[in-house]
């Protein structure tokens, strides 16, 4: 997967189904269909990660993609921790 496919990526996997989010800016979640019944879905999106390819490299483009799009669950920030 290119920089370019960015995009492509995050929306074909919306379309097959996924609940892909952001995590905070550390990570992101894609395997977790909408609906966990909808058997199908698990499919689709499987196909979709096996079509685009390696994405490792693109992991803080992704991110900052899905913050653009606002498919982000925001990490809230524990006062006396040393987590962040």
């Given at each position: ?7 492509a ?73 040393d987590?962040?």
């Amino acid at each position: 997967m290119t920089k370019d496919e960015v995009s492509a990526f995050v929306i074909a996997m919306i379309e097959a189904g996924s609940n892909i989010q952001a995590i905070g800016n550390i990570g992101y979640v894609l395997a977790e269909p909408v609906d966990p019944t909808d058997k199908e879905a698990y499919r689709r999106i499987e196909l979709v990660s096996s079509a685009f390819g390696e994405r490792d490299h693109l992991k803080d483009q992704i991110i900052a993609y899905l913050h653009e799009i606002g498919r982000v669950v925001e990490i809230p920030e524990e006062s006396g921790t040393d987590l962040m």
